[in-house]
């Protein structure tokens, strides 16, 4: 594998097996919400087209967001067993290399916080991160409200409603990502089959390739670089970092309830060569008892639906099941030939 250079608009490569062809990518769609009705139509197309964009004058205040990166700082510069304590995994909380709790491992060390209850043990995070998460949620919301708008779908709040919904499962991941200084990876990452290393000395992949399971994702990250996208036809691209706008995700809800139409976006993480990663990533999921279909506002006439029916509690418990890599929304695809 080869890590692509980082620019809003470049030549890329596809890499894999078959004959390579080189394609022109137009770069990361970028969204202005302060221009909502030319912003609809453009967050569908960039749905459909990489299930992925960036979004300026979103109205998350920008004090708030540099106060919890330095609390995020802050944190992960505590000693090992300082963290451990603050915050030790039950599922959730803090956590190193593994990832989920199916063999998965890359180089980051994170902390997962749940939306509805944040740890009140130390004073770290209590009030900022609550603050946080409601102001991107806001975002979100009015996000997904463009979104049904540039659909031509009603009411509007079809799809915002389940972020607002008192009962909704969001979660706040905060990752940290050490400078890749050595392009080897540590000794015993090697032990895992899944841990990607790209070759020619390039930085290894320290987050694997994956989609979000949830409705939307919500990213921001300091000014180093490492996040990467992969197009329609396989080939992966490096999103330009830039600490002050917010990149969306869509998820294999999302994907479920466009009926395909929207593509939940597959990722990864490259390791910066100089600079530590910080980002802070908003999960919005809808309550656990929602039943996730395509929407039938969506639907055209003897359009069939493509996914089974399942409420997010059970999509969920799936996800937890899987290994980071693989395509959980298949298990749930009615031409799958895997029961669920």
Known sequence: MVMLPHAESQTLV????????K???????VIDLSRPQEAKNLIVNACQDYGFFKVINHGVPPLLVSELEHEAIGFFNMTESQKDQYCPPNPLGYGKNRIGTNGDVGRVEYLLLSASNFPTNCNIFSSLAKEYVEEVRKLGCNILEMMAEGLKIEPKSVLSRMLSDDKADTVLRLNHY???LDPKPEPNLDLYP???IMSHGKPPIVFGEHTDPQLISIARSNAASGLQICLADGTWVAVPHDD????IN???LLQVMTNGRFRSVKHRVVADSSKSRVSMI???GPPLMEKISPLGLLMEP?????????TWFEYKSCSYKTRLADNRLSLFHKNSQVSH
């Open 14 to 21: 596809k890499i894999g097996p078959t004959k390579s062809n």
């Open 23 to 29: 394609t022109k990518f137009p770069g990361i769609p």
């Open 178 to 180: 050490p400078p890749c």
């Open 194 to 196: 899944n841990h990607q």
């Open 244 to 247: 002050s706008s917010f990149f």
């Open 250 to 252: 869509v998820d294999d």
């Open 282 to 284: 908003y999960f919005g």
């Open 302 to 310: 003897g359009e069939e639906s493509m996914y089974h029916d399942f």
